[in-house]
């Protein structure tokens, strides 16, 4: 099984660049998506509802899923680099030019 395997990076290591880069993004590809998938089971596995603590005046829902937060996060963060982003296109600059 080893030897298989040596076999197998040998054989990536003398191939052509193109085929190397290939190689790094299909993996790197592949870490990412393990890492995503691995986070998420612990986020589902480990965080329970009873941790979620409402701001004062506030009720908690206490049945409301990972995805729904998620999806809320996500549109709250875009709504603030959209403002970010509509502020420095606005910001006009005054060049007075004097005699």
Do not use: C, H
């Not at 998938?37 to 990972?66: C, E, H, R």
């Amino acid at each position: 099984m080893s030897a298989r395997i040596d076999q197998w990076l040998m054989r990536i290591r003398t191939a052509e660049y193109r085929i190397k880069k290939r190689w790094v993004f299909g993996m790197s590809a592949l870490s990412a998506f393990l890492v995503v998938t691995l986070w998420l089971a612990y986020m589902q596995a480990f965080l329970k509802p009873d941790a979620i603590v409402p701001a004062s005046g506030q009720t908690a829902d206490l049945n409301q899923g990972f995805w729904p937060i998620m999806k809320n996060g996500l549109r709250i963060v875009s709504q603030q680099i959209k403002n970010k982003i509509e502020d420095l296109i606005s910001t006009e600059e005054t060049i007075t030019i004097e005699k």
